[in-house]
């Protein structure tokens, strides 16, 4: 079933007075329960598409319909209440608010959604346990753990509200190998459970996780690759995905 | 140094909302600190070089032709070093004073009269002198008596006389604040009245090396066989330079002292708010400051560059304040005319400009090199990196999510108070100090202006609603009765002022039948004397004698010791004793005084006017009393009012500036944060209200600390602030509900500005913060 639809989406941004197009009327379908990834050069407008299709910033033109409803034309405050309860965000520097606990930071988003504060309070505890941070972890501040850690607890975060669909950016952009392929591993076992994922990288470990590649260039879907479920250290897949790059001028 | 420069000009433009703000607070801080100096040191040596200038004597003394020979002039000349005599016609009269009419005295003199002491001088616009003119004081003028118009005395028993009035003067110890007011006439009228009322001629007198003016007044009292009173026929009266100094600069002090103590919570809650906004840019700048670092800037050079971006700022202010000082001085001189009778010029004072200017830039010197001394610590690497200049200590995580009650946006406003404790306390303090100085002007307000009743006994003087001066020898008792008896009088009491010793020093002292019916009732401690051996005290008259209830003192000629019985507040006198002690202290004394009080509703105007009538032959004078205080203290009243409704405002004016300026840079600081709340789904609304309440915790605490304490001490801190006035009990009121509804105002307005200020949120994009 189609999670995210658009219809001639476009996205330009005024530069000096002159309109740079950087999505240029792209027609897009993604499905629910997928791991998609978007990859591209720099500046192909992999981001904005990200951003655009999660309702944080707004098209210019064309349409954007989220599980049958259209949110292009909502109001700023509207998007942010689409957000909250539908989207979860992976950002590749966390932004965890320093000023609360790495559970407080968790429960704020999901507070914002629920008001069963008990059935909120254990979904957390228990994410945060299925992504390897302990109790001890909890209450410290974002300042005071790692940057694995971090970005584990803002994947929590992401997932606190049981969101439709998790938006990541280069979510092991800021992180070690290893700190990375925790990260990564976090996401595979979500999207495994049946939580859709939509991740722009640039990193190939990042993107052998999906199941689905789309290659954004020059504001448009340049082409796409099926990888079908991920499976560890399956190499074929790897294969597979390093030439539809090099298809694509990687 | 010029990269310094570059760079302070470079955080100027980058601040510039937040530059003005500082601007127009350091403003108002110039203009006020600029206000208060003048008035401090201005305003009285203006007085004190105007009394050299006209050759003021050290003593004035006023005395009936009749009271004066050969005695009483030896004794003034073996208790003076020098004096001048000088004959003037004494008249009581009423004129009309702003709405009301009152009773004075005035003293009518010859133009061509040369004076070698205590000169005079025409201010402002004069015309030659008519045949029916008249120069009179410029404290005249104030109240109505300008160039050009009639000047009618309404005489009681010998009609109107009527001057045209053709230029005012300026002297120091006969202006009419304290003395009669002094007219000069040509030289025919002045003839024509001294050979028509011969009873009313008096000697001017201005005398120099007295030691004690109350002993000379006294003195010359004894010699005259104690026969002076009210009467124009026979008066000994006087004041000292000193005194007279005192009384026409209180005003003009009292005025400078609250401006500038009032300036100076101002400069400190200014300096506060440049610590914060340092500390703030420090933070947001970080990464920048890195940059300058790794290019080679020092941290003094940087350091320099935050100085002069402030000192600059200052400097500014200061300049500007210049402009509003100039123009608002000769305002408040004006105003402080009505009390004083000075036509205070205050001109041009750079040396205060240079003071406040000097005073502003040091504290924020101060400020701001304590504030941004963090940055000689952090390395390059770590500004880049983003770490904080300030330096951050591992804070406790207060208001658990997962367990408060709290719902979410007050539990998320609430940690933000806690995370940004020392501002949230910053906050809270400016927010007492500054509603606790606005409840004080407001208690100054109040009582100057809704409800004149604490001011009623604040002097200390009995407030009847209308009096009368008998002449001597008439049949009092009866003339009582008489009063008593007329349908509009409730009650009629003699009360007297006499000039007497106590324990040896001239003093001021009140006589009544009954102190118990006094409708004043500024005893502060003990009771009214009731025995013919019991005498009150005024706490500064106890001062002097150092005595207290209980102890013993001499009144008058009688030897035996009166009781101290009580001790009253007031400046009026400085004893009370019954008619039955007076008169054992001093056997030749004669009431003559009757204080009348009227049924409510009654009109004293109409009625003094009767009784004048009514009792002509047998009155010296009638005064309607009400009129009397609504003048004489409405000109207090209208300073001070004054005085507390600009203070309120300013400071209403100062916290919303702060106020701006604090939250406006918190949103900037805190704009990733917003960013990020914004990106996980909070709305504008939600995170406004997040801000808002934050601020709201310590702005209605702080608000709420300075109003209790506006209610709790604003009255007694004014009451310490008039003891050496010698008021014990000033007892102003307080209206409670006046205090809570300026402290909701002040909360409301607060609110309502951060929220306000809090709608830029909308700006702030999510989008913005992942991708920039």
């Known amino acids: 079933m189609a999670l995210i639809t658009t219809k001639k989406l476009s996205k330009a941004f005024s530069i000096g007075g002159r309109d740079q197009h950087v999505l240029k009327n792209l027609d897009l379908e993604i499905n629910e329960g997928d791991f998609t990834v978007i990859m591209g050069p720099s500046g192909a407008g992999k981001s904005t598409l990200m951003y655009a299709l999660s309702g944080m910033d707004k098209p210019t033109g064309g349409s954007i319909s989220f599980l049958g409803s259209e949110i292009s034309t909502l109001s700023n405050d509207a998007l942010a209440r689409f957000r909250r309860k539908n989207c979860g965000f992976v950002f590749q520097q966390m932004f965890l608010l320093d000023n609360m606990s790495i559970l407080d930071n968790i429960l704020a988003a999901g507070f914002l959604v629920s008001s069963d504060r008990g059935t909120i309070i254990a979904r957390a505890k228990q994410l945060l346990e299925s992504v390897g941070l302990t109790e001890q972890e909890w209450n410290k501040f974002p300042t005071q753990i790692s940057g694995g850690e971090a970005q ?38 979500v999207n495994n459970d049946g939580q859709s994922v939509i991740c722009v990288t640039h990193d190939l470990r990042t993107a052998r996780r999906g199941n689905r590649v789309l290659y954004i260039s020059d504001g448009t879907i340049g082409g796409e690759c099926n990888l079908g479920p991920y499976v560890s250290g399956d190499r074929d897949r790897h294969k597979k995905l390093a030439a539809f790059l090099d298809d694509m001028g990687w | 140094m010029k990269r310094t420069f570059l760079l302070a000009g470079a955080n100027i433009r980058k601040a510039k909302g937040q530059m003005i703000i500082l601007t127009v607070l350091f403003l108002i801080a110039a203009t006020l600190m600029n206000i208060g100096f003048a008035l401090l040191f201005n305003f009285g040596n203006y007085f004190d070089e105007m009394a050299k200038e006209l050759h003021t004597s050290d003593t004035l003394v006023i005395i009936s032709q009749n009271l004066w020979n050969e005695e009483t002039e030896g004794f003034l000349r073996d208790n003076s070093t020098e004096f001048e005599k000088h004959s003037v016609v004494l008249l009581n009269g009423e004129i009309p004073w702003g709405e009301n009419m009152i009773t004075s005295f005035f003293m009518l003199s010859d133009i061509n009269e040369a004076r070698n002491f205590s000169q005079w ?110 009467s124009t026929e026979s008066v000994i009266s006087g ?46 700048d970080i990464t920048r400051i890195g940059s300058l670092k790794a290019i080679g800037y020092t941290s003094k050079e940087i350091i320099r560059s935050v100085i002069l971006q402030y000192g600059t700022v200052i400097f500014f202010a200061s300049m500007l304040a210049i402009v509003p000082t100039i123009f608002l001085l000769p305002l408040i001189g004006n105003v402080l005319a009505s009390q004083s009778g000075i036509f205070w010029r205050p001109g041009i004072t750079p040396e205060f400009y240079v003071i406040t200017t000097v005073i502003l830039v040091l504290i924020v010197w101060l400020g701001t090199k304590i504030s941004a001394r963090g940055i000689k610590k952090i390395t390059p690497v770590a500004a880049l990196r983003g770490e904080s200049a300030t330096g951050k200590k591992a804070k406790r995580n207060r208001i658990l999510l997962s367990k408060t009650k709290l719902p979410l946006i007050p539990a998320l406003a609430g940690k933000s108070v806690f995370h940004g404790f020392r501002q949230s306390l910053m906050i809270f303090f400016i927010m007492l100090a500054v509603s606790f100085t606005g409840m004080i002007s407001l208690v100054i307000f109040y009582n100057s202006t809704i409800d004149l009743t604490a001011f009623e006994v604040i002097p200390g003087g009995e407030r009847a609603n209308s009096g009368i001066i008998f002449r001597p020898d008439e049949d009092l008792s009866a003339l009582r009765s008489e009063i008593i008896a007329m349908p509009e009088v409730r009650d009629a009491q003699f009360h007297d002022f006499a000039q007497t010793i106590i324990d040896g020093e001239f003093s001021f002292i009140s006589v009544m039948d009954d102190f118990d019916r006094r409708v004043t009732r500024n005893i502060h401690r003990g009771e009214f004397p009731r025995a013919d051996n019991e005498v009150a005290l005024s706490g500064l008259a106890a001062n002097r004698f150092d005595v207290d209830i209980g102890d013993e003192v001499t009144v008058g000629t009688d030897e035996s010791p009166f009781v101290v019985t009580g001790i009253f507040s007031g400046m009026a006198e400085d004893a009370m004793v019954t008619i039955y002690g007076m008169l054992r202290a001093q056997p030749e004394f004669r009431q003559s005084g009757l204080n009348i009080y009227l049924h409510p509703g009654t009109d004293s105007a109409v009625f003094t006017e009767n009784l004048g009538q009514q009792f002509a032959a047998e009155s010296f004078m009638v005064v309607n009393i009400d009129a009397e205080f609504e003048e004489g203290a409405g000109i207090f009243a209208s300073i001070l009012s004054l005085v507390g409704i600009v203070i309120l405002c300013v400071a209403i004016f100062v916290i919303l500036l702060i106020l701006y300026l604090v939250i406006g840079a918190t949103i900037i600081r805190r704009h990733r944060e917003l960013g990020i709340q914004k990106a996980i789904g909070f709305t504008t609304g939600n995170l406004m209200r997040q801000i808002s309440l934050a601020f709201s915790i310590p702005v209605v605490l702080g608000t709420i600390i300075g109003v209790l304490l506006g209610i709790f001490y604003a009255s007694p801190l004014l009451n310490i602030a008039m003891r050496p006035m010698g008021v014990l009990a000033a007892n102003l009121l307080v209206n409670n509900a006046w205090m809570v509804v300026a402290g909701g105002i002040i909360t409301v307005l607060a609110i309502g500005l951060s929220l306000l200020v809090t709608w830029r949120i909308r700006k702030i994009s999510a989008y913005k913060l992942v991708t920039e």
């Open chain 1, 152 to 189: 584990r607890s803002s994947i929590v975060r992401a997932l606190i509200n049981k969101p439709a669909v998790v938006f990541a950016d280069e979510p092991t952009g800021a992180l070690n190998s290893t700190a990375g392929g925790a990260a990564l591993d976090t996401l595979t076992k």
């Open chain 2, 121 to 230: 001088k025409l201010v402002s616009d004069s015309q030659p002198l008519a045949v029916d003119g008249a120069y009179i004081p410029f404290g005249l003028y104030i109240h109505g008596h300008e160039l050009g118009n009639d000047f009618v005395i309404n005489t009681t028993g010998y009609g109107s006389i009527h001057f045209t009035i053709n230029g005012h003067t300026e002297s120091i110890l006969s202006d009419g604040v304290n003395t009669p007011a002094n007219l000069f006439i040509p030289t025919e009228r002045f003839e024509e009245f001294y050979h028509r009322f011969p009873e009313y001629r008096n000697y001017l007198i201005f005398a120099n090396g007295v030691d004690n003016i109350r002993g000379l007044l006294f003195g010359l009292d004894e010699l005259s066989g104690f026969a002076s009173g009210f």
């Open chain 2, 239 to 284: 004041i000292s330079l000193e005194d007279m100094s005192m009384f026409r600069t209180m005003m003009a002090n009292m005025t400078a002292m609250i401006m500038v103590v009032f300036t100076l919570i101002i400069a400190l809650v200014s300096l506060f708010v440049v610590r914060f906004r340092i500390k703030n840019s420090l933070e947001e």
